[in-house]
């Protein structure tokens, strides 16, 4: 099978007609036939319309009219990013016929760059319950093992990516839905600042949590994607005018000098990683000191309390948008999407508020550990489990590493950070200062670059 | 906080326009339920009156379209 590109190195190739965004995008079809009917990464596939747009960027480029590093690139959007006249499902059968009538923010910033669009990759039903059997798709699995959990919600864009099939990809972070997927998946993934990417036409899963983000193989990958959907949007009540820098040219190398916070008592009291994956964090904290920065701990809340804030909260904003639908149908939700909202009516106003009241507390408090440390460092997780349903009770039970920055709104990159011994991958956490992504990205480029992990693919594309 | 009674449940099902609900659907949002009133047990009350909440309203959004 042909060699796997990173949309830097297409782009580079792309550019100076070394590539045509054609033969990249045969490429990507060709793994894409070889694989996916065994991944389950994809839930609509747009050939025909993907041979168009390349070749419509090959002419434009053929005429000098290059547009920059997104140009002929192939990509998929999560399936609750709404695209104009292909249809979008949240893979759920509530939404089985519905195709909208306007692209979301983020796929007209990418067409108006000169990508292809090649379809729309797999979800957790609405982007929060699964994985599940129940629903309009198959779930997806994970590329580095077919009987391992690909993780969700951003499952098939986390998937395809590993798997050579698209060079980028748009998925969205509630609690860690963008950060998960690329944990289990061995590749990176961004959940920017809240307010930072727009969110028009994105399906809402927990309006005040919700994040739009970039996932590549890369971390300067994002960096090109970032620069592209980052900015200002007056038809998302979240989103924030603020000037957006060039992300790309952040990826200096240097981390000389940078402050490093890992919340200790979060991995060693409250919630401690398996020791494979501490062993690996503290590899991964010592290439760092290698570079100059240095590592030092840093206290924050309770795990448990940002869990609580953002559950009371999400669950109440699930059952206002799906409440109607619940009440008249609902057997036609997944019994995990059901199960996690389905409480949320019963949720008193009083409650919903102290629950906001709690997560101003908590933002304070991250913000204020920010003013010790330029970035926290911590896993995203631990390593891809089996494929199985998971007890929906999870939901309110479990604590993870993730959920707290989509309470405190900060931007939080997973990057891989090597494989355990079943040659899953281990990922890492880079947290950054709101707004500024940009040294967060800078982090993980120099980590990615220091380190081979970049180099392994998995053996069933490889 | 003591836990929320069955009758005290079904009040608020109510509220929720869920009375109608199918019977083994009302025990998935018993099952549910009792795992989020432990959560809301755990959020402190005592916060002075001015706390404000956080929320996404933001004024210059409103008057940008304007």
């Known amino acids: ?462 | 906080m003591a836990e929320t009674t069955e009758e005290e449940l079904k009040v608020l099902a109510a509220k929720a326009g869920l009375s109608d609900l199918p019977a083994e659907y009302k025990a998935e949002l018993l099952s549910a339920y009792r795992h989020l009133e432990v959560m809301i047990a755990r959020i402190c009350r005592d916060r002075p009156q001015a706390d404000e909440p956080a929320h996404v309203f933001d004024a210059a959004t409103f008057a940008r379209k304007a």
């Open chain 1, 1 to 462: 099978m042909a060699e796997f590109l990173t949309i830097a190195e297409a782009a580079r190739r792309i550019a100076t007609r070394d590539l045509s965004p054609v033969e990249l995008l045969h490429t990507c079809l060709a793994r894409i036939d070889a694989v996916d009917a065994e991944l389950n990464s994809f839930v609509a596939l747009t050939r025909e319309r993907a041979l168009e747009e390349a070749k419509a960027a090959e002419a434009e480029i053929m005429a000098g009219n290059y547009r920059g590093k997104l140009h002929g690139i192939p990509y998929n959007l999560k399936d609750i990013f709404e695209t104009k006249g292909i249809r979008t499902t949240a893979q759920s059968k509530t939404l089985a016929d519905y195709v909208p009538a306007e692209d979301c923010d983020a796929q007209q910033r990418l067409a108006a760059a000169g990508g292809v669009l090649l379809g729309k990759s797999a979800t957790w039903e609405f982007a929060h319950g699964g994985p599940s059997w129940d629903v309009l798709f198959p779930p997806c699995r994970n590329p580095w093992d077919l009987d391992k959990d690909p993780a969700g919600s951003s499952s098939g864009s986390g998937a395809s990516i590993a798997a050579g099939m698209v060079l980028g990809t748009m998925g969205s972070d509630t609690g860690g839905s963008i950060r998960g997927p690329a944990a289990a998946n061995g590749i990176a993934g961004l959940k920017p600042t809240y307010g930072r990417v727009s969110r028009r036409g994105v399906l809402p899963n927990c309006f005040s949590h919700d994040h739009a983000g970039p996932l590549a193989w890369t971390s300067e990958d994002l960096a090109i994607l970032m620069n592209c959907v980052a900015g200002f949007d007056p038809r998302d009540p979240g989103s924030v005018d603020l000037p957006v820098p060039n992300y790309t040219a952040a990826l200096t190398g240097e981390v000389k000098g940078l402050t490093i916070g890992v919340p200790y008592r979060w991995l060693e009291e409250e919630a401690p990683p398996s020791a494979p994956t501490r062993t690996a964090l503290d590899a991964a904290l010592n290439v760092f000191r290698a570079m100059g920065a240095s590592v030092r701990p840093v206290e924050l809340p309770k795990l448990r309390a940002y869990e609580d804030a953002k559950k009371i909260i999400a669950m109440a904003e699930l059952y206002t948008i799906h409440g109607p639908e619940l009440r008249q149908r609902p057997e036609l939700f997944g019994a995990s999407l059901r199960y996690r909202i389905i409480a949320g009516g019963l949720i008193r106003a009083e409650d919903y508020i102290q629950a906001m009241r709690l997560r101003t507390e908590l933002a304070r408090a991250m913000q204020a550990t920010f003013a010790e440390v330029d970035l926290m460092m911590l896993p995203a997780g631990e390593p891809a489990k089996k494929l199985q349903p998971q007890p929906p009770e999870s939901l309110f039970t479990k604590v993870g590493y993730t959920t707290a920055f989509n309470v405190g709104g900060n931007p939080a990159l997973a990057l891989c950070m090597g494989f355990n011994e079943e040659g899953m991958p281990f990922s890492l956490q880079i947290v950054g200062k709101l707004f500024d992504e940009a040294t967060v990205l800078k982090a993980g480029d120099a980590y990615e670059k220091a380190t081979p992990w970049r180099e392994r693919r998995p053996a069933l594309v490889a």
